[in-house]
Antibody, heavy 121, light 111 residues
C-alpha cells in the first residue's frame, strides 16, 4: 500500500522559507509516477502548486513559479517543497500526493494526510 | 477564482440521487478525458472517487459515476447515504499553463 507522509515546521515567519518533505512508503519514487504538492487555504478549495516526475522534470503553477522549488531525493524515497518569501497568504494545509501522469492516468491517487503551515511572526 | 466552476452546494435526502457539475473550457475539461473527482470529509485528505471522466478506482462504490458533455463534467451519486456528506472537487488536466486545475468544490449535504 502506497503511503505518503508530510513533515516540516507548522509555523514559519513572514519573508522566510517554507520547507516541507513528503516521505513515500510502499513504492519507489524512482520507479515512475509524478509527485506533487497541493494546498488548501483554511475553509477553501484545492490549489495545485508543483509536481516533479521520477526523472526530475518539474512543473510549477505559474502563480508560484518564482518562489517555489520542488525536488526529489531518491535515496530517502522522498520529495520536498520549498516556498520562499512567505506571507500570511501562504497559510494553508499542504498535501503531498502521487500523480499518475501520461502513463498512469492524470489523477492524484494517493495523498498524504496534510500538514497545516501557519505564516506568522 | 478557481479554474473550474462547481456549484457551491447541493443537497439530497438519503436514497436519492444528486449530480454535481464541473464546467471548464476546451483547454481542460472539454479537450481531454482526464477529469477526476475527489471526496473530502472534514479534516481529512481528499480521496479519489472518479478518474478519466468515468472510471472508478478499486474500492469506490458503484453508486458514484462520472460523465462529460462538452466543457462540463458531472459526478452523480445515487442512493445517497449519510456518509456521502462531504466536499467534492473536480479536477482536470489542462494545456493552459498549469498542469492541473481544480474546481472550487461543492458541499454535499445529505438531509
Amino acid at each position: 500500500q502506497v503511503q505518503l507522509q508530510e513533515s516540516g515546521p507548522g509555523l514559519v515567519k513572514p519573508s522566510e522559507t517554507l520547507s516541507l518533505a513528503c516521505a513515500v512508503s510502499g513504492y519507489s519514487i524512482r520507479s515512475g509516477y509524478y509527485w506533487g504538492w497541493v494546498r488548501q487555504h483554511p475553509g477553501k478549495g484545492l490549489e495545485w502548486i508543483a509536481t516533479i516526475d521520477y526523472t526530475g522534470d518539474t512543473y510549477y503553477h505559474p502563480s508560484h513559479k518564482s518562489r517555489v522549488t520542488i525536488s526529489v531525493d531518491t535515496s530517502k524515497n522522498q520529495f520536498s517543497l520549498k516556498l520562499n518569501s512567505v506571507t500570511a497568504a501562504d497559510t494553508a494545509i499542504y498535501y503531498c500526493a502521487r500523480w499518475g501522469g501520461i502513463a498512469n492516468g492524470r489523477k492524484f491517487d494517493y495523498w498524504g494526510q496534510g500538514t497545516l503551515v501557519t505564516v506568522s511572526s | 477564482q478557481s479554474a473550474l466552476t462547481q456549484p457551491a452546494s447541493v443537497s439530497g435526502s438519503p436514497g436519492q440521487s444528486i449530480t454535481i457539475s464541473c464546467t471548464g473550457t476546451r483547454s481542460d475539461v472539454g479537450g481531454y478525458n482526464y477529469v477526476s473527482w475527489y471526496q473530502q470529509h472534514p479534516g481529512k485528505a481528499p480521496k479519489l472517487m472518479i478518474f478519466d471522466v468515468t472510471n472508478r478506482p478499486s474500492g469506490v462504490s458503484t453508486r458514484f459515476s462520472g460523465s462529460k458533455s462538452g466543457n462540463t463534467a458531472s459526478l452523480t451519486i445515487s442512493g445517497l447515504q449519510t456518509d456521502d456528506e462531504a466536499d467534492y472537487y473536480c479536477s482536470s488536466y489542462t494545456s493552459s499553463g498549469t498542469l492541473v486545475v481544480f474546481g472550487g468544490g461543492t458541499k454535499l449535504t445529505v438531509l
